[in-house]
């Protein structure tokens, strides 16, 4: 360097660890960070190393991976594990990869099936089948195959799954799991028809399977299948008396078929099973008083609906949707729409609403009625009254003061479809 810089060269020379890592924190200059971590690299420094891969700009970290190499390979191994997964900068992460792709340290496999996890988590879903890329390489039997297909499916990446499947079951046709993941992942891509298909074929290998026997049932549901869902149901709770999803999946069938009572006669046999279990898991108490909360709501029996969604709640207070669908049922209630229709419609109605204010809720509004504010185009919601009254008094509000046709022809809120229709309004505000 100048007279007017600090002298590397010489740091280095008297293994200045301490003013080389100094001058690296706190010398903004490019040319001199990237020349203090290549004295970092000849002194095969790991300490400094490891502080020039998180400095702040890119080149010096992409410059300290390239210095890896001097030291100790399994703790360069770590310190590239670590950025594969953290680092959002894409020239440092691809840096990485490529020097992670050198090693023979270890179990490779492992450890980029460690790293495509970690990134599926962090939903950093194309840096993951990167390395399920690598993991394949390493290992391409079918167990590698079927195992990243379902780490992808369990994360919702059911388009990035589907290869994977289809190449397993190219491997493996006598394999039920190829058919199942494929008929989940078109499941997920709402390609009910062929997803049934394979389903079906996964079933007649193994008719005992009760994850592929709980995807049919699904495509059932979605096909409006009600006969064959309770008659798949029956069949799984032969295999397995205790399997408490097949109960409640039984009594939504039943439900949807008019059949009101038997529905209910399932959930109170999965409840017994439940109670005859040495721990009770809340989770297993929180789905089926979901769903006796909706059969109650599909018979009208208001009183016993509120009760079984607030039993939910109990069971797991942090319920979001237990929660909507408890919220969802009296603003239903308070605008005479909870026992209209057929039973059906009550249930549709029920769930439409619930499922649009847990997507408010997951879009970032506070509450639901911003939503609904935002939705239908009210500039502002102090028109409603108070902002700080509840949602059900805010919407007691817009039902009053509102008429009916300042919501023609709009249907963004499930609520909204409903109201010029099927609700009276007076003519002028009080």
């Known amino acids: 360097m100048s007279l007017f810089g600090p002298n590397i060269k010489k740091m280095k020379e008297r293994k200045d660890?301490?003013?080389?890592?100094?001058?690296?924190?706190?010398?903004?200059?490019?040319?001199?960070?990237?020349?203090?971590?290549?004295?970092?690299?000849?002194?095969?420094?790991?300490?400094?190393?490891?502080?020039a891969l998180r400095n702040d700009n890119p080149e010096v970290r992409v410059e300290a991976i390239s210095a890896l190499d001097s030291i100790d390979k399994t703790e360069a191994t770590k310190a590239l594990v670590d950025i594969l997964i953290t680092e959002s900068i894409e020239i440092v992460w691809q840096r990485a990869f490529k020097a992670l792709s050198t090693f023979t340290t270890g179990d490779m496999r492992k450890i980029w099936i460690?790293?495509?996890?970690?990134?599926?988590k962090n939903k950093t879903?194309?840096?993951?089948?990167?390395?399920?890329?690598?993991?394949?390489?390493?290992?391409?039997d079918k167990e590698t195959i079927v195992g990243i297909g379902g780490a992808l499916m369990d994360c919702g990446k059911d388009e990035d799954a589907l290869p994977y499947f289809k190449k397993f079951l190219n491997i493996a046709p006598e394999d039920e799991r190829g058919w199942g993941g494929i008929a989940s992942?078109?499941?997920?891509?709402?390609?009910y028809e062929e997803a049934l298909n394979y389903a079906k074929k996964a079933i007649d290998i193994n008719p005992k399977n009760?994850?592929?026997?709980?995807?049919?049932?699904?495509?059932?549901?979605?096909?409006?299948?009600?006969?064959?869902?309770?008659?798949l149901s029956r069949?799984?709770?032969?295999?397995?008396?205790k399997d408490l999803k097949s109960y409640v999946t039984l009594s939504e069938a039943l439900s949807l078929l008019g059949k009101m009572n038997e529905a209910l006669s399932e959930l109170k046999k999965a409840l017994e099973v439940v109670h005859q279990q040495e721990w009770m898991k809340p989770e297993d108490l929180n789905i089926i008083h979901h769903q006796l909360g909706i059969v109650y709501a599909m018979k009208g029996e208001r009183d016993k609906a509120l009760s079984h969604f607030q039993e939910a709640l109990g069971t797991l207070p942090n319920d979001e949707w237990a929660r909507q669908l408890k919220e969802s049922y009296e603003i239903l209630d308070i605008i005479g729409l909870a026992l209209k229709g057929?039973?059906?419609?009550?249930?549709?109605?029920?769930?439409?609403?619930?499922?649009?204010?847990?997507?408010?809720r997951e879009r970032g509004y506070n509450n639901a009625t911003e939503k609904v504010v935002a939705e239908?185009?009210?500039?502002?919601?102090?028109?409603?009254?108070?902002?700080?009254?509840?949602?059900?008094?805010?919407?007691?509000?817009?039902?009053?003061?509102?008429?009916?046709?300042y919501f023609n022809g709009v249907n963004h809120i499930y609520l909204v479809k409903f109201l010029d229709q099927q609700i009276s309004y007076p003519e002028d505000r009080d």
């Open 210 to 231: 009760l994850g592929v026997r709980d995807i049919l049932s699904s495509i059932y549901l979605k096909r409006e299948e009600y006969e064959e869902l309770a008659l």
């Open 125 to 140: 879903y194309q840096n993951a089948l990167i390395c399920f890329g690598k993991v394949e390489e390493i290992s391409p």
């Open 114 to 120: 460690h790293i495509a996890t970690e990134l599926l």
């Open 17 to 51: 660890v301490e003013g080389l890592i100094k001058e690296l924190n706190t010398n903004k200059d490019l040319k001199v960070s990237i020349e203090v971590v290549k004295a970092l690299r000849e002194l095969k420094h790991s300490n400094g190393l490891m502080k």
């Open 185 to 191: 992942c078109l499941l997920g891509l709402k390609k």
């Open 235 to 241: 069949g799984t709770l032969q295999i397995n008396s």
């Open 376 to 405: 239908i185009g009210i500039e502002d919601a102090r028109l409603w009254g108070d902002s700080s009254l509840s949602d059900l008094n805010v919407i007691k509000g817009m039902l009053r003061f509102w008429p009916a046709e």
């Open 342 to 360: 057929t039973p059906e419609e009550r249930r549709g109605r029920l769930l439409g609403l619930a499922s649009q204010r847990t997507e408010a």
